[in-house]
């Protein structure tokens, strides 16, 4: 068997989902399961969160139909909406809270034949102009869908741009302009995501939105999950499969990209960029092995990537190697890389099994 696995802690995930949910008390939270739930696993997640979640978001209804068939009575939300008219239809049969984004999908909507009346969320743009209604449009249609036979709930809710970064001055305008609306009656609102959760009590509001917390990393680009409270939830193990002395000067992998400035030890590991693993990974990226950091040294391959072993001699053959995990948090790597952690966690590949700790 290929020694390459994801192994997916799914009690550090329940503790980052009670932290989460500790920051804010008294307000519910949609778990944020999109995306395979952050590549952990959405039928894993959604039921170790099972009887602790209020709900959960997802981008699109495969994916809530998805999480559905694991949680009959769990509030879904469908985070960008309906993307054609017709989904209106299944999302309330399946029984979806659904965003509104704009003009297209309000119409569509007041259009529909359904089933039930559905549980809406208009968006708000309050200036990440992504999604969302300007404030004067959204007072319009929360005129016009109040009391229209597809509604039951009006909710509102709106996405920051900026709540990563401490003190950025677009997150203090996007949630005046949130709290401008606050004369309208809704049944709910929501604006915090992670970073939020964890930095931005006003915004804390009816429900949160927690999704990179939920899998122990840092929304915050300067400060490091375990100072945040959170346990990682993804290891990514390999091996060392093989281990050779390159000589000075000869280089290593494709490209021969990487040189050997002094006798170096090179031990080559299971895992490459078709498993996920940056292919930009410059050399120096940090792996764990026998709990000390080594550096990538040369390209990574498609199956195999390789790290200079030369400071530690004590390496063997069949050593566990950790890409990223609970020995080196994915943010440290992610940062070597030029990317977030969000990223790394979610394009971890199909072939890739995944192992649950319970
Ligand atoms: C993905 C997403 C979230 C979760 O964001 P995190 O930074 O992972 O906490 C919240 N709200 C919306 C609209 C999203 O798309």
């Known amino acids: 068997m290929r020694p390459l696995v994801a192994t997916v802690d799914l009690a550090a995930l329940r503790h980052n989902h009670a932290l989460a949910k500790g920051c ?3 307000a519910r939270a949609f778990a944020v399961v999109k995306a395979n739930a952050y590549g952990h696993g959405v039928r894993e997640v959604v039921t170790a969160l099972h009887d602790d979640a209020d709900g959960f978001a997802v981008a699109c209804l495969e994916e809530a139909a998805e999480v559905r068939a694991l949680h009959p009575s769990a509030r879904i939300l469908l985070l960008e909406g309906c993307f054609e008219p ?6 309330a049969h399946l029984g979806l809270d659904v965003a509104v984004q704009g003009g ?20 708000l743009d309050s200036g990440m102009h992504r999604l969302g209604f300007s404030a004067p449009d959204l007072r319009d249609w929360h ?3 109040q009391g229209a036979r597809q509604v039951a709930e009006l909710n509102l809710m709106s996405h920051f741009a900026c709540a990563d970064e401490q003190g950025h001055p677009l997150t203090a305008q996007q949630l005046e302009s949130f709290l401008s609306l606050a004369d309208l009656p809704f049944a709910g609102r929501s604006l915090a995501n992670s970073a939020a959760i964890l930095s931005l009590p006003q915004a804390h509001l009816d429900w949160l939105r927690p999704g990179i917390m939920l899998y122990g990393a840092s929304p915050f680009a300067g400060r490091d999950a375990t100072a945040l409270g959170l346990q990682p939830a993804m290891s990514l193990t390999a091996q060392l499969i093989a281990i050779r002395e390159v000589p000075a000067g000869e280089t290593v992998g494709y490209g021969a990209a990487w040189r050997a400035g002094r006798p170096a030890r090179i031990g080559t590991v299971s895992c490459g960029y078709a498993d996920g693993y ?4 410059p ?3 940090p792996l764990a092995i026998r709990g ?4 990538l040294a040369g390209r990574v391959s498609m199956d195999m990537l390789t790290v200079d072993l030369s400071e530690l001699p004590e390496a063997r053959p069949g050593d566990p190697v950790e890409l990223w995990g609970a020995g080196l948090p994915v943010d440290e ?12 966690l979610t394009r971890v590949t199909a072939r890739v099994p995944r192992r649950y700790r319970f």
């Open 24 to 26: 804010a008390p008294g």
């Open 86 to 91: 017709l989904e209106y239809q299944v999302a």
């Open 104 to 123: 297209e999908q309000a119409e569509a909507l007041l259009a529909a034949e359904l089933e039930r009346p559905l549980n809406l969320w208009l968006k």
């Open 143 to 145: 005129a016009r869908l």
């Open 278 to 281: 940056p292919r930009n990974a």
């Open 283 to 285: 050399a120096g990226t």
């Open 292 to 295: 000390r950091r080594v550096p």
């Open 333 to 344: 790597v992610a940062r070597a890389c030029g990317t977030i952690g969000y990223e790394l």
